[in-house]
């Protein structure tokens, strides 16, 4: 037992040195509607859950071990259920696991989406508010913590009420609840900055872009839209991500 515990304190020695913590990410449900919140990791571990059910006025935490630098994103999905046979599904933002669970499955737009990159060593981390892939609900999230920058970011406008009829996707009931991007509408380069417009010069924002952008200012609303939607924070930060703020 002595051995053990010797060792079981060496392994916090080695974790402490290493710089090695762990982020919290505590997502709060303010929409008057119960939300699926769903994560998606690019880099580094996993999270401690891809995906949950929360009601109305409900806040879960979900954690990542930072040993190394590590990115994801989050999103919530919207008016979900589960068929005779088991199948979950969702109307906005599923991600096609048939499960809770998203099991490293990403959203199909349109989705907002919340994305990060966490720096080892309790370094400069950046996070952002996307709606390059669609807008499905109003987000924000504030750092907790941290020493530098560490500003809150704020999606807090109904895109879905401005939504442009060919961008809209729309419930049984004809309701507007989700605005996709003009890519995935149109799929061509002018929207995607993709082929001829790869490049921020040859890809300037357009009349789509520009009424995401409009809502909500702070977020991205096409590729190159980084001078005003990428933000940072150092010192080892926790995050506060809020769907209907």
Known sequence: MAF???LFRL?????????????????????KIPIWPAALTGAGNQLSTTGFKLLPGSTATVTVN???PWSGRFWARTLCSTNANGKFTCGTADCGSGQVSCNGAGAIPPASLVE???AANRGQDFYDISLVDGYNLPVSVSPIGGSSGCKPVVCARNVNAVCPPELAIKSRRGVVIGCKSACM???????????????????????YSKIFKSQCPQAYSYAYDDKTSTFTCSGGANYAITFCP
Do not use: L, R
Request: aromatic share 12%; hydrophobic share 30%.
């Open 4 to 6: 053990q515990m010797q």
């Open 11 to 31: 392994s916090i020695i080695i974790f402490s040195i290493s710089g090695a913590y762990s982020v919290n990410f505590a997502i709060k449900n303010n929409c």
């Open 66 to 68: 930072i040993s190394s």
């Open 116 to 118: 990060f990159t966490i």
């Open 185 to 207: 509408a149109f799929n061509k380069p002018e929207y995607c900055c993709s082929g001829d417009h790869n490049q921020p010069e040859t890809c300037p924002p357009t009349s």
